[in-house]
């Protein structure tokens, strides 16, 4: 059995078959971004984020330099961190209703990867250490229990994938 997630996997596999559905892989609905701050708010990296509009962002800008992203897994714009007048470019080309995240920055020093299943973990790697990819593989035992303590409080699947920041 091979699982895969996502947006992209989704298209590909419901045109196979007619027992895939709309949530099966991929819940469009709990996997956004503001569904993971209402859930994990204490355990998110940007504690401060705000959801917003595009067009309610550029009547009251947030602070610069400044990290955005779409809310939904959505490859509208890549998500990162933005001065003033590259989120001006950016702002003119996306649609105004867009929902997004804005948040301060935060330094991240390596970042990892965790695959949970039935509240469990079942793997985990180091996927970027220093902004740079990573193939070290370890994956320090405060890591697991971050993402064990992020599942009791809500579990947005069955199987789902967890990426953990270390900052």
């Given amino acids: 059995v091979v699982l895969c997630h996502g947006p992209g996997f989704t298209r590909r596999y419901s045109n196979l078959s007619h027992q895939l559905r709309r949530g099966c892989l991929f819940n469009p609905e709990t996997f956004r971004w503001s569904q993971l701050q209402e859930h994990w708010r204490h355990e998110m990296l940007s504690i401060d984020a705000r959801i917003s509009t595009i067009a309610a ?6 602070e610069y330099p400044v990290f955005i992203r779409p809310d939904a897994d959505s490859k509208a714009f890549e998500g990162g961190i933005r001065s003033s007048s590259e989120w001006e470019v950016l702002a003119a080309q996306l649609p105004p209703d867009l929902q997004v995240i804005a948040a301060s920055p935060v330094r991240v020093d390596a970042e990892y990867r965790v695959f949970m299943v039935n509240s469990n973990v079942v793997a985990a790697s180091e996927y970027r250490r220093e ?12 890591v697991i229990d971050v993402a064990l303590r992020a599942d009791s409080f809500w579990r947005p699947a069955d199987a789902y994938v967890m990426d953990i920041a270390r900052s």
């Fill in 57 to 62: 962002l550029r009547v009251r800008p947030p």
């Fill in 131 to 142: 902004g740079q990819p990573s193939i070290n593989g370890f994956v320090p035992d405060d």
